[in-house]
C-alpha cells in the first residue's frame, strides 16, 4: 500500500521593502569605488613607470636583500610579496614573470631570472611553477631604489598596517619610457611603447637644458626588446610625441638561405607571436592563397627565436615576403596611448609632457635627499658642537662626572656646567674616557668645520633648482654609459648603422607599398642574394624612389586616354 504524501504548509512569504533610487547615484555609491580602485590602484602605470602590483613586488625583494644577493627561489618571493600585495600567489607570479630578463618582454629587464620564464613572443610556452624558478633584483634595479633609504619618496602602510611601502620608487631614470607598458583600466586604457635608454636619457637632459627643445631629434622612434624593423612616418611620430596617441608598424626582419632556398626570421613585431604567424601562415596555404610556401617551421630553441619558411623552386623571397607583410602578422601596428597616472590622476601625456612631469617628481627625490642630508649633518654638527665646549675644559667635565652621586643626575649636572642641551650632554656622558686624547680631539674640531662647509654647499644646492638639475643630468650620463645598450630594432651589423631602419618615409604609404611591388614585379630583376642587408635595401628603395615620378606621369597618360 502507497504512503500517504505528507502536506506541507505553505509559509508565509514577507518580502523585503524597495527603496527605490536613481541609477546615477547607485552607480556613484557601488561602482564609482571599484573603478577608481581599478585606474588608481591597479591598472594604469605612475610616473615611475611601474603599476602598484610591480612596486610591491620589486619593493618585497629589495628588502629581501636580493640586489646583488644570490638568487633564491620565486615561492618564496612570491609569499613575501603576499604582505603588502593581498593577492594570489599566481597573480604575484604571473607579474613576476613579465619583469623577468628570461621572457624577453621588457627592454631592460628589471629581474634577473634562472629557469624557464615562458616567452613574449609565445602565446604557447608556459613558464615553469615557482618553486622550480629562480630570482633576483637586476643590477639596473640600484637606480630604481636610489637613496630610497634618505626619505625621497613617501612611504605609507600596507593594507593591514603591519608594514610600510613607499608610494612611488625614487627611479633615478624616466622607466616609464624606456619598458613597456599596458593596461586595461575601467572607461580606459594605457599602452606605453618602449625606447631607447641612451636616447631618452640625451632627451630628457636636453629639455632639462631647453624647455623648448624638440625631443625627436634626441629620441627619433621607439624602440622594442623583439627587435624587427620599424617603417618610420616622421608625422606620424611627432602625432605620438605630441599627443601620447597614435601607431606606428613593425615589421619582422628576414634574411634569405639561397643555398637551401628557405627564409628565416629572427625578429618579429612585439605585438605579436610565432604561433600566430605560422596559423596565419599555414591558413593561407591550405585556402590557395599562398603557393609559394612548402612549409612553415618555428625553430626556436636555446639559440632564441626563428621562423623557417621553406620555399618552392623558382619563388623571389624579397616579392613573398612583401605578400607576407600584408597578409600575416609579420607586420604589425603598436597603438600607443600614453595613459599615466599624475598625482593620482590620469592623464594622456605627450612624450616631452612625461619627461617634464618625470624631472619635476625627480628634482622632488633629490631635494628630499639633500633635505635629509642637511638633516643628518645638522644633527652631527649639533652633538659635535656641544662636544667642543666640553674639550675646552675636560677636567672640569671629568670633576663633574666624579662627584655626581647617582647616574640619572650626570646628564643634568652636564647640561648645567656647560650650558649644553640634553642630546648633547647624553652624546659626550657615552664617550669612552679612552677616547678623550690628543688626537680625537683635533680631529673632531676638524670635522665641525668640514660639516658646515658641507651644510653650506647642501644649501646652497638645495635652493637652486639649476643645480638639481645638473645632479640630474650627470646621474642620467652615468646611467646611459653603464646600462645603455645599441638601438634593439637593428642589428645588421653590415650596415654603416642608422638610428633605425627606414622602409618607407612618405605620407601615403600605401601608395608608395603599391608602387614598390608593380615596381619590383616588372622592373627589378636581379638574383636573390643569400642575405639581404639594410644598405641594399636602402639601395633598392632609392631606385624605386626615383623612378616614382616617372611612374606617376605614366599613370596620368593612361587616365586622359
Known amino acids: 500500500m502507497a504512503r500517504k504524501k505528507k502536506k506541507v504548509e505553505e509559509k508565509e512569504i514577507i518580502y523585503a521593502p524597495i527603496d527605490e533610487q536613481p541609477i546615477t547615484e547607485t552607480l556613484e555609491q557601488n561602482y564609482m569605488p571599484y573603478a577608481m580602485s581599478v585606474i588608481v590602484s591597479r591598472a594604469i602605470p605612475e610616473i615611475d613607470g611601474l603599476k602598484p602590483a610591480h612596486r610591491k613586488l620589486l619593493y618585497t625583494m629589495y628588502t629581501m636583500g636580493l640586489l646583488g644577493g644570490k638568487l633564491t627561489k620565486s615561492a618564496n618571493v612570491v609569499g613575501q610579496t603576499m604582505k603588502l600585495n593581498p593577492h594570489g600567489d599566481s597573480a604575484i607570479y604571473e607579474t613576476m614573470v613579465r619583469l623577468t630578463r628570461?621572457?624577453?618582454?621588457?627592454l631592460h629587464p628589471l629581474v634577473e631570472s634562472q629557469g624557464n620564464f615562458g616567452k613574449q613572443y609565445s602565446r604557447d610556452m608556459a613558464y615553469a611553477a615557482s618553486r622550480y624558478t629562480e630570482v633576483r633584483l637586476d643590477p639596473i634595479c640600484a637606480e630604481l631604489f636610489k637613496d630610497i633609504n634618505k626619505n625621497t619618496v613617501e612611504f605609507i602602510d600596507s593594507y593591514d598596517g603591519e608594514m610600510k611601502e613607499p608610494t612611488l620608487l625614487p627611479v633615478a631614470f624616466p622607466n616609464i619610457l624606456i619598458n613597456p607598458n599596458q593596461g586595461i583600466a575601467v572607461g580606459m586604457a594605457s599602452n606605453i611603447c618602449s625606447f631607447n635608454l641612451k636616447e631618452v636619457c640625451d632627451a630628457t637632459i636636453a629639455?632639462?637644458?631647453?624647455e623648448n627643445a624638440d625631443v625627436i631629434k634626441d629620441m627619433p622612434a621607439p624602440d622594442s626588446s623583439l627587435g624587427a624593423d620599424l617603417i618610420y612616418s616622421e608625422s606620424e611620430m611627432r602625432k605620438i610625441y605630441e599627443t601620447g596617441r597614435g601607431s606606428f608598424k613593425l615589421?619582422?626582419?628576414y634574411t634569405y638561405d639561397k643555398a637551401n632556398n628557405f627564409i628565416e626570421m629572427n625578429e618579429v613585431p612585439y605585438t605579436t607571436?610565432?604561433?600566430a604567424i605560422i596559423g596565419k601562415i599555414m591558413e593561407l596555404v591550405k585556402a590557395n592563397k599562398l603557393k609559394e610556401i612548402s612549409d612553415a617551421r618555428d625553430e626556436t630553441g636555446l639559440d632564441g627565436f626563428q621562423i623557417a619558411l621553406d620555399l618552392k623552386r623558382g619563388v623571389d623571397p624579397d616579392m613573398l615576403m612583401t605578400k607576407l607583410y600584408k597578409l600575416t602578422p609579420l607586420e604589425d601596428s603598436f597603438s600607443c596611448n600614453f595613459n599615466i597616472l599624475i598625482n593620482a590622476r590620469p592623464m594622456v601625456l605627450g612624450v616631452k609632457q612625461i619627461l617634464q612631469q618625470w624631472i619635476l617628481f625627480r628634482m622632488?627625490?633629490?631635494k628630499?635627499?639633500?633635505?635629509y642630508d642637511i638633516d643628518k649633518k645638522s644633527e652631527k654638527l649639533h652633538l659635535l658642537t656641544g662636544l667642543k665646549k666640553i674639550l675646552l675644559d675636560i677636567d672640569k667635565a671629568i670633576a663633574i662626572i666624579r662627584h655626581t652621586e647617582k647616574d640619572t643626575d650626570v646628564v643634568p649636572n652636564l647640561m648645567e656646567g656647560f650650558d649644553i642641551d640634553e642630546v648633547q650632554a647624553e652624546y659626550i656622558?657615552?664617550?669612552?674616557?679612552?677616547?678623550?686624547?690628543k688626537e680625537y680631539i683635533l680631529n673632531r674640531t676638524a670635522e665641525i668645520e668640514k660639516l658646515m662647509e658641507e651644510l653650506e654647499e647642501l644649501n646652497r644646492i638645495l635652493g637652486d633648482d639649476k643645480e638639481v638639475k645638473n645632479i640630474i643630468a650627470d646621474q642620467l650620463k652615468k646611467i646611459a654609459k653603464k646600462y645603455g645598450v645599441d638601438f634593439a630594432v637593428v642589428k645588421d651589423k653590415e650596415a654603416s648603422p642608422p638610428v633605425y631602419t627606414v622602409f618607407f618615409k612618405a605620407k601615403d604609404t600605401d601608395a608608395i607599398t603599391r608602387i614598390l611591388q608593380d615596381y619590383s614585379a616588372k622592373q627589378v630583376k636581379k638574383p636573390s642574394v643569400e642575405k639581404t642587408s639594410v644598405l641594399e635595401k636602402l639601395k633598392k628603395f632609392k631606385e624605386i624612389v626615383a623612378a616614382i615620378p616617372k611612374k606617376v606621369a605614366e599613370n596620368k597618360k593612361e587616365r586622359s586616354r
Do not use: P, Q
Open 368 to 371: 628630499n635627499g639633500i633635505k
Open 273 to 275: 607571436t610565432v604561433e
Open 251 to 253: 615589421r619582422a626582419k
Open 429 to 437: 656622558a657615552e664617550i669612552k674616557l679612552r677616547s678623550l686624547n
Open 207 to 210: 629639455c632639462m637644458k631647453n
Open 364 to 366: 622632488n627625490c633629490v
Open 102 to 106: 628570461g621572457n624577453e618582454a621588457l
